[in-house]
């Protein structure tokens, strides 16, 4: 059974020679990982094989062998060994110091008691119950610990970090403008467009107005600007927070004497709380821009039209509705951003898991908040 | 062609990593600059140098982890410029590399590290790569209870094992260990020397070690060579290096700490 020559090197091959009462095994070429497949259904063979003993397995034409091959080899002659004996013959010194290393042992621990799937299921039910019990447990005690340190950060005005704030005021509000106000400006001249589209059909056009007004300031520039800051920021806060956690960073700090939450977590959240409101007013302002023009494009209203008829379409408290939502919003972004942050585990992919999930809920309790708002104030008639 | 023999017998000196006048930089900055470098099959080469010198730089460049500028590397006669990416893939799987740090990937259990490569470059069946993985376990003395345990579970000398097991996983011929040692109480290194020179007598492996442990140098390493101007200052058995009048080299081995080791008898 000599097989062809391959490109690389000869494959590995068995010889099985019957004299007398005993069973010689001749072995030839490389028994090494890269035929594993070849030395499997070789070893396979030789136990099949194996009838008449004892064995002798011959390892002189063997020209190079690893721990794959002097694995597999240990593993069939203890296989054998119920049967008869089996041992190496014209084994190289290397190849016996080898052989010897990968002794056949027994790797315990392999048949593990495996449940039935209906108790893995209700066992994994039962963990995420008990896991959402201590998240909400968890965010209420850090919700606690936060407004501590902000209680301390009053109280001694010393501990209070500014240019930490201003840092990232910069990071969240400034560098972040760009971007917000070119979406809030496309969203404004896109529902003011489909706007007059509609209300051109009623001869109603300048209604167009009151609509961008109200709806801009009420809900949506703090809506897409908390949409926003909840994908930029909060997922950075995440990361920041959960690669320092993870490189013991955090630890560091404490046992410095300083509080994490203080140092890292406070000057984050305030920011996001001054700077989200910032943000705010300008993608709001910029939305009406682009209602404006598009309104002159499109339904031929001059400029100063728009801002009679805006003045008279919205008042402060439209303005106010938007604007008191944007602290919350924040405080909600930044406390999610920074539990999930604190949440992350030593691994790579944990990290990537937590900023996902920080920036997909705060994303839905941006949206489910900006609803009970919308129910609140309607409920007040503001 | 890829006959293995014990470190001692290297009459036959047969050239496994040729480096000529490799020169690295980056920006401005260059930091190797006609370097020549021999490294011979089966031996176990300790590769010294000032921190910064580019110890590291050049293990990566061999490794292909940064561009060189001029120069060849051939490893295992193979010029690395002139590969195909198929070729190079087949090049790949001759050396195993543990990392500073280890590079365990932290999403895996130590097991499933080790099958990485296994998985990627030979098709085994399930029970034979689990049984390789735990041999290779065994093999770097590592606990079996430690098979399913992340890296982030690990104390840091079980991380290099976990890492050295991870880079014996197809069997190399060539092992690249960067700083085995450093991080390791003393008793854990010197577990760790012997462990890499038992490996290496076994498995018939050249190692290219990078290490500052004056301890290693001493006991395992067959050959050392020491790096420092950009290029290798002298190369050759501890005893060439005692003698050098180079002026890093002679307080390299003949400080403190060097006596210290002597003077241990090492």
Redesign the interface.
């Known amino acids: 059974m000599i097989v062809a020559q391959s490109t690389l090197a000869r494959e590995p091959e068995v010889t099985i020679d019957r004299a007398g009462g005993a069973m010689t095994i001749r072995l030839a070429g490389p028994w090494t990982a890269p035929h594993a497949q070849r030395v499997e259904a070789l070893v396979d063979e030789i136990a099949a094989e194996a009838d008449a003993f004892p064995v002798a397995l011959d390892l002189s034409g063997v020209e190079r062998l690893d721990t794959l091959g002097a694995w597999t080899l240990n593993r069939t002659r203890h296989e054998l060994s119920a049967k008869g004996q089996v041992d190496f013959a014209n084994a190289s010194p290397e190849q016996k110091i080898l052989l010897d290393e990968a002794a056949y042992r027994d790797f315990q621990g392999e048949p593990k008691p495996r449940h039935s799937r209906a108790v893995d299921f209700l066992v994994d039910v039962g963990q995420s119950v008990a896991g959402a019990g201590r998240d909400m447990v968890g965010g209420v005690g850090f919700l606690g610990e936060l407004i501590s340190a902000l209680i301390r950060v009053v109280v001694h005005p010393r501990r209070f970090r500014g240019t930490a704030v201003i840092n990232q005021l910069e990071q969240i509000a400034y560098r972040g403008v760009p971007i917000i106000v070119l979406i809030s400006f496309l969203v404004g001249c896109i529902v003011s467009q489909q706007g007059i589209f509609q209300l051109v059909k009623f001869g109603a056009t300048p209604f167009v107005i009151d609509l961008i007004g109200i709806l801009v300031l009420r809900e949506l520039g703090v809506l897409l600007t908390s949409i926003m800051v909840a994908g930029r920021s909060g997922s950075a806060f995440t990361a920041e927070i959960g690669s320092m956690k993870m490189r013991e960073e955090i630890d560091a700090l404490r046992v410095m004497g300083l509080d994490p939450i203080e140092v890292l977590i406070v000057p984050r959240i305030m920011a996001l709380v001054i700077g989200l409101p910032l943000l705010t007013f300008i993608a709001s302002i910029a939305a009406l821009v682009g209602g404006g023009l598009t309104t002159w494009v499109y339904g031929d209203i001059s400029p100063d039209i728009f801002l009679n008829r805006l003045r008279a379409a919205v008042s402060l408290n439209t303005f106010l509705v938007g604007i008191i939502k944007a602290p919350f919003m924040a405080l909600v972004i930044g406390i999610i951003a920074t539990l999930e942050g604190l949440a992350v585990e030593g691994s790579a992919e944990s990290l990537g898991r937590h900023v996902t999930s920080s920036v997909v809920k705060a994303i839905f309790m941006v949206i489910v908040l900006d609803g009970l708002f919308a129910m609140f104030f309607a409920a007040i008639n503001y | 062609m890829?006959?293995?023999r014990?470190s001692d017998s290297l009459k036959n000196r047969d050239v496994i990593i040729r480096a000529r006048d490799v020169e690295v930089g980056f920006g401005e900055r260059t930091i190797l600059k006609g370097l020549d470098l021999d490294v011979y099959r089966g031996e176990i080469l300790g590769f010294v140098g000032g921190s910064g010198q580019g110890k590291s730089v050049l293990t990566r460049a061999i490794l292909g982890l940064v561009p060189k500028r001029a120069g060849t590397i051939e490893v295992l006669g193979q010029n690395l410029d002139e590969l195909s990416p198929e070729e190079r893939r087949q090049l790949e799987?001759h050396w195993g590399v543990l990392f500073q740090q280890g590079a365990l990937f932290?999403?895996l259990t130590v097991k499933q590290n080790i099958q990485v490569p296994?998985r990627e470059?030979?098709?085994?069946?399930d029970r034979?790569l689990?049984?390789?993985a735990?041999?290779?376990i065994?093999?770097v003395g590592l606990n079996?209870d430690a098979?399913?345990k992340?890296?982030?579970?690990l104390s840091g000398g079980m991380i290099k094992r976990a890492a050295l097991a991870r880079a014996?996983a197809?069997?190399p011929e060539i092992v690249f260990l960067d700083e085995p040692t450093s991080g390791l109480d003393p008793i854990g290194a010197g577990e760790f020397d012997d462990l890499i020179a038992t490996l290496q007598?076994?498995?018939?492996l050249t190692v290219f070690m990078v290490t500052h442990d004056l301890d290693s140098l001493y006991s395992v390493c067959d050959r050392i060579a020491a790096l420092g101007e950009g290029k290798i200052l002298a190369e050759g058995p501890i005893e060439v290096m005692l003698e050098s009048d180079h002026p890093w080299l002679r307080s390299y081995f003949h400080g403190k700490r060097a006596r210290a080791v002597m003077a241990g008898g090492a």
Not at chain 2, 150 to 153: D, F, R, W
Not at chain 2, 201 to 204: D, K, P, S, V
């Open positions: 890829l006959e293995r014990p799987r932290s999403a296994m470059y030979l098709h085994l069946s034979l689990d049984e390789l735990m041999l290779k065994e093999m079996p098979a399913d992340l890296p982030s579970e014996l197809l069997d007598r076994t498995l018939g």
